[in-house]
């Protein structure tokens, strides 16, 4: 590859680095370690880390695509939308077989690593970068269960909100060690990762009506789902961050930058948002309604590049960048639908920036990978022999 993204800092700082994080969650701990603890055993010894990481995340892809063709528009377990095809049964049971095998390799490759004694910066950064992407496969392979609308689904807004509350939460823990120099593992993750897996095994088993059902003091699901997502970060994930960093600043423990400096990684993300945000408020062909999947792609495409050039400023110990190059053709776009109505132009403009952002992350990926994997002298997907 003829592009190097990483400068000889960051370089030096990956030369230098220390894995350090800290996981109080008690079903990561109780549950899920052990587990996975148990499954690494019975791995080959020659199985690449990297290599599960990747097919833990092409299976996110592969979830992904089979509910886009199944329920392009979200529209198949909507009662307002009655006659959409209802996503097959089976496609559910495969889906959180799937989801099972992507989290449980996801939870098994940094055992295999230290197993093999194959551990590097790479391996967290791979790991750590389709983590970032994975934000936005998550939620939008629930949204297809409960499907649009008010009575029993969840509008194409609300969905927005939550795929944003992941992000968030996301890039919050990297934010939070980029600034105390330990990741602070959420509770959330597990938790959630768990939850997906029986609701797709529960959509297997007993049908999307199971959705519908009437709850105790006037609940339904779909409330309990925006709750737990909006809940779950409003009263865990944030104040969870917000204490580590308080500490970690009254006790001189972290990096002691300034403010300035602290909070110069959530420009881009806070960027991100707003023009977003600006977007579906002013577009005048209702963009979201229209183009749901493909407006979630193109936000959680464009924050994977954010989050990914984060980790590496926080793994390198370098300074993180401020406004994301990704951002200024959007900036472009956001001020062209404010300006004049484009008519279907609109549709064209997000599609060819989608094309273009999700072209330029691969780029970048591919050429951060082989740079580290050259100077490392590692292998990507395979193991060197020992000698």
């Known amino acids: ?93 495969v889906c959180g077989f799937a989801h099972f095998l992507s989290h449980t390799l996801d939870g098994c490759d940094g055992k295999q690593a230290r197993r093999t004694g194959s551990s590097s910066p790479l391996g967290e950064l791979f790991d750590h970068g389709l983590d970032s992407w994975a934000t936005m496969f998550f939620p939008t392979a629930i949204y297809s269960m409960f499907g649009r609308g008010t009575e029993y689904g969840i509008t194409v807004t609300q969905m927005y909100m939550v795929v944003w509350v992941v992000m968030i939460g996301f890039i919050m823990s990297h934010w939070e060690k980029y600034n105390t120099g330990t990741l602070f593992l959420p509770w959330g993750y597990d938790m959630s990762q768990v939850a997906m897996f029986v609701m797709y095994i529960a959509a297997f088993f007993c049908g999307q009506d199971l ?17 737990s997502f909006y809940g779950g970060f409003l009263f865990i994930s944030l104040p969870h961050t917000l204490g580590n960093l308080y500490r970690s600043t009254s006790e001189g423990s972290g990096r002691n930058l300034s403010l ?9 993300p806070v960027l991100l948002f707003l023009l977003c945000m600006v977007w579906l408020k002013i577009s005048p062909m209702d963009i979201l309604e229209q183009q749901p999947r493909l407006f979630y792609f193109m936000s959680g495409t464009v924050f994977a590049n954010i989050a990914c050039r984060l980790i590496i400023a926080q793994m390198s110990n370098t300074r993180c960048e401020g406004v994301n190059a990704l951002l200024w053709p ?58």
């Open 1 to 93: 590859m003829a592009t190097s993204y990483l400068t000889d800092e960051h370089i030096a700082g990956f030369d230098r680095y220390k894995y350090c994080s800290v996981d109080t969650s008690p079903l990561s701990n109780y549950v899920m370690h052990p587990f996975w603890n148990a499954v690494v055993k019975r791995l080959p010894r020659w199985l690449a880390p990297n290599l599960m990481t990747f097919v833990g995340f092409l299976l996110l892809i592969f979830n992904f695509a089979l509910l886009t063709w199944y329920d392009p528009q979200f529209r198949a377990s909507s009662s307002q939308h009655p006659d959409d095809a209802l996503v097959p049964n089976w496609v559910w049971l």
């Open 211 to 227: 959705w519908r059902t009437h709850l105790p003091m006037g609940l339904r699901f779909h409330y309990l789902f925006l709750f």
């Open 260 to 268: 300035y400096e602290g909070m110069l990684p959530l420009l881009s």
């Open 330 to 387: 959007l900036m472009l776009i956001v001020a062209a639908v404010c300006a004049a109505p484009l008519g279907q132009w609109e549709l064209v403009l997000l599609i060819g920036y989608t094309v273009m952002a999700t072209l330029l992350h691969i780029h970048f990926g591919v050429c951060v990978v082989v740079q580290m994997a050259d100077h490392f002298n590692i292998n990507i997907f395979t193991l060197k022999k020992q000698d």
